[in-house]
């Protein structure tokens, strides 16, 4: 019932235990991610609509990427891929960590009075940083604040995207993201 960006959060949180109750329930039963590509291929026997690619791209990506005017600049603007296979589009979405910019290199903040914060390092400043997360929402946080920060080494794309789409589902967004 987790959408793919809690369930990152979960795996990847500061507390030993959190990470280890969420692994075991959320990654139970769960492929590798080249048996879940495998699994997503059926989306390119399919055929894609332009209009409903469109209608997930806006649910399910537009909070993180740009195309067409549309969306929030959080992640890589896709209209540099409009050149790629759907094959590619398709293991960059299942696969979201397979090739990362490190611009877009996902760290976790944790301060002193035990919060913790997760997104993309967007700006650094002697006394400051900002962490832009999943949702584009910024957050400044001072350096005096901060007990830790970290790169999970991970994109700020979660894997499982899969998850919450279905087959056409996937082959209607290939279609939209691979049109000039």
Known sequence: QLDA????????????????????????????????IRDSLAALELAGDRERGAAVFEKRC???????????????????LSDKTPATLLR???????????????????TID?????????????????????????????????EELRSTGKSLMPEGVEKDLSPQDLADLLHYVGQP
């Open 92 to 110: 960059a979405i299942v696969d979201p960590n397979q090739a990362v910019e490190p611009r877009y290199l996902a760290y976790t903040a944790a």
């Open 5 to 36: 960006a809690t369930r990152q959060r979960l795996t990847q949180h500061p507390d030993a235990n959190v990470r280890a109750r969420a692994e075991k329930l959320i990654t139970a039963g769960t492929a590798g991610r080249e048996e879940v």
């Open 62 to 80: 537009a909070v993180c990427h740009r195309l067409h005017g549309k969306g929030s600049p959080v992640g890589p603007d896709l209209a540099s």
């Open 114 to 146: 035990g919060r913790t914060y997760s997104g993309i390092l967007t700006d650094e400043t002697g006394g400051s940083l900002t962490l832009v997360d999943s949702q584009g929402k910024a957050k400044v946080l001072l350096r005096v604040e901060l």
